[in-house]
């Protein structure tokens, strides 16, 4: 069994975030961004929390938020960790971090080398990174939106901190993608969903495995979607 840590992204409903508890993630995310198919009003994400607390790391994904906001989530939710998926700097990281005293995992998004050098100026100051494909120019939201990046990229990156891989990944793929990177986690949303911000039970589960064994699905499951 891999110790590779797995996180699964974006989750709204209690069934959904029953499969990924059940199935062995460590990290469940909940995303506070109205232009996400995946967000969460604060009232879910306080009872989702709830649900999952005590039996995974509650992450909280927030897009270049303000401090009161922060603080209202603080209180409500009591996230494990912050996921910072904006423009984000170095200041901005140890600002949350010292206010709101909880770690902080910094998206970065890797379309090219000089993305992997501001990655490793940002992991000297975040507990960890997460590497996501770079979005289009003309993306209205952060993210690989469901593609992949050239992972060879990732042998400029400093080990130094843990990373979380992401971007285009699912259950066929999640296997190779753990054995080319050595990615220490890795990160999941559009890729385990019927539909952009729907979740599916069986894709999760089968993201997991793969994850934690190695293995590849008996047969391709149609539902996955890759650009959502």
């Not at 770690?103 to 890797?110: D, L």
């Not at 990174?129 to 469901?146: E, I, Q, Y």
């Not at 019927?194 to 149609?222: C, Y």
């Amino acid at each position: 069994m891999s110790s590779t840590t797995v996180k699964i992204c974006g989750l709204s409903t209690p069934d959904t975030l029953d499969a990924a508890l059940g199935a062995g993630a460590e990290m469940v995310g909940f995303v506070c961004f109205p232009k996400s198919p995946r967000h969460v009003d604060l009232s879910t994400m306080i009872a989702l929390a709830e649900q999952a607390r005590g039996r995974a790391d509650i992450v909280v994904l927030t897009v270049n938020t303000t401090d009161a906001d922060l603080r209202t989530l603080n209180e409500a939710v009591k996230p494990d960790w912050w996921q910072l998926h904006g423009s984000e700097d170095a200041d901005r990281i140890r600002a949350v971090q010292s206010r709101f005293g909880r770690p902080v995992m910094k998206a970065v998004g890797v379309g090219c080398a000089d993305d992997v050098s501001a990655a490793n100026a940002l992991g000297q100051v975040a507990d960890r990174l997460l590497l996501d494909a770079k979005p289009p120019k003309d993306a209205t939201r952060p993210g690989g939106l469901g593609t992949p990046f050239d992972w060879s990229l990732l042998d400029a990156l400093d080990r130094q901190r843990p990373f979380m891989l992401s971007g285009g990944l699912s259950p066929a793929t999640v296997g190779d993608a753990i054995e080319a990177t050595g990615a220490d986690g890795v990160d999941v949303s559009s890729g385990v969903e019927s539909a952009p911000g729907i979740k599916d039970a069986d894709l999760i589960r089968q993201f997991i495995a793969a994850a934690k064994t190695g293995a590849t699905p008996a047969s391709p499951v149609s539902k996955i979607r890759t650009n959502a």
